[in-house]
């Protein structure tokens, strides 16, 4: 049994938990939101006492890998539902920055236009000059978002331009005048 799987999630007060599909289903409502979410009929979750805990239907190498992952899925949906998840992320570059207007993030990052980037319903994000924060109470749809914006303008080994992730260390590479700066004679 997966070790992860072993200890049990504990329900929070404010928190609303409901198996469907014979548990092997969730739906989990707080006050931040409500995630659903069906998993492989291979796990069956169990709620009991006010706690959740894991059992494989099956003995099978699938059965013990999903339960370790259906595990750690329902412990972040109650999180998400109860204190919400949130990812820091930073642009650098001369004239490189982030808007919010709406549920549209507008990213310039050196192209001829800005790039315009629609949000989901599910995140919010606060952007300040070079500085933006997304907030959501799904994290996977949270971390979808912040790898599609990070994708807009990765950064560069060169000069290290582009979108991070807060504390995000990015490799520099030395370039072709270091390179070549040993061979002169």
Known sequence: MSRIAKVPVV???GVDVQLVDGGTG???????????????PV?????????????KTENSNFGKMMLGTVSSIVR????????????????????????VKGQDLIVASGYSSDVVFPLPKEVKAVAVKTALTLTS??????????AEI?????????KGKGIRYE??????????????AGDAK
């Open 137 to 146: 109470f799904d994290k996977e749809i949270l971390g979808k978002t912040a």
């Open 76 to 99: 972040s949906m109650v999180k998400g539902v109860q204190d919400g998840f949130e990812k820091k992320m930073s642009i650098l570059g001369v004239g490189y920055g982030f808007t």
């Open 26 to 40: 969730i739906k989990v409502k707080g006050p931040k939101g409500e995630i659903s979410k069906k998993f492989a």
């Open 43 to 55: 796990v069956k979750i169990v709620l009991a006492d006010g706690q959740l805990t894991f059992e």
């Open 150 to 158: 990070r994708s807009l303008c990765p950064p560069e080994p060169y």
């Open 11 to 13: 329900i929070p007060r």
């Open 167 to 180: 504390g995000e260390i990015v490799r520099k590479k030395a370039g072709k005048s270091a390179a070549g």
